[in-house]
């Protein structure tokens, strides 16, 4: 079974700072791991992924996420918010024997002035 | 290039209905899949098509959910009597297929916003 956890469904920043969003996973076999991000009335459109090539993953937008087995997480930073970055991020899980992604609850994120 | 097209983008029914969604993948994908994102559930995985393999329905969620792909292209989700906790957005998604599940980046089309009076 695979599952991901994340941790504050509301994060509000001010444009400039530093966004953290926190990822957890579950998972009984060496996961890929995944940050789509879903703009209002839109579909999800994929940020970056883990697929075990490298632990540092860089994605679009300024995005990066960092898988650390130790602590089995993933979460997506960018080190200076945009008002563009406003929107709903979801972490999802898939393993290389399950095709279907598991999703987070999301995180909204908020910028601010 | 084009990508992953649904319609209708939104829908009103009458509890009792039947209703009709359907998705375009990006042409070439032979993989798709569909969820449902509700405020109650989050993102949920309804049903995998995969070229001409037998679908994935482990996440329908009763037997009044269907689905079909016809010509490993155009696919159908299809509710019987609906009911109002089949209200949310219904998301499909396409993928090459050519590579081993995890690795296989899916393609979210916009959704279609279904609402069951």
């Known amino acids: 079974a695979q599952s991901v956890t994340q941790l504050g469904s509301h994060v509000s920043v001010s444009e400039g700072a530093l966004v953290l969003l926190r990822c957890n996973y579950s998972?009984?076999?060496?996961?890929?791991l995944f940050w789509y991000v879903q703009y209002p009335n839109q579909g999800l459109q994929l940020l970056l992924k883990y697929t075990s090539a490298a632990t540092l993953v860089k994605g679009i937008n300024g995005f990066e996420a960092e898988f650390k087995k130790s602590e089995t997480s993933f979460h997506l930073t960018k080190p200076s918010a945009h008002m563009s970055d406003a929107a709903e991020y979801f972490c999802a899980v898939n393993t290389g024997t399950a095709s279907k992604l598991t999703f987070g609850t999301g995180t909204r994120l908020q910028v601010t002035l | 290039g084009a990508g992953v097209s649904q319609s209708p983008s939104n829908k009103v029914t009458e509890k009792g209905k039947d209703v009709e969604l359907r998705c375009d993948p990006i042409s070439g994908h032979t993989a798709l899949y569909w969820y449902r994102q509700s405020l109650g559930q989050g993102l949920e995985f309804l049903i995998y098509?995969?070229?001409?393999?037998?679908?994935?329905k482990s996440g329908l969620p009763s037997d009044r959910f269907s689905a079909e792909r016809t010509g490993g292209s155009v696919s159908t989700l299809t509710i019987q009597r609906t009911q109002q906790e089949d209200s949310a957005v219904y998301l499909c998604?396409?993928?090459?297929?050519?590579?081993?599940?995890?690795?296989?980046?899916?393609?979210f089309g916009p959704g279609t916003r279904l609402t069951v009076l």
């Open positions: 998604a396409s993928s090459l297929g050519s590579l081993a599940g995890g690795l296989d980046t899916q393609y």
């Open positions: 998972s009984s076999v060496p996961p890929y």
């Open positions: 098509f995969q070229g001409n393999s037998a679908p994935d």
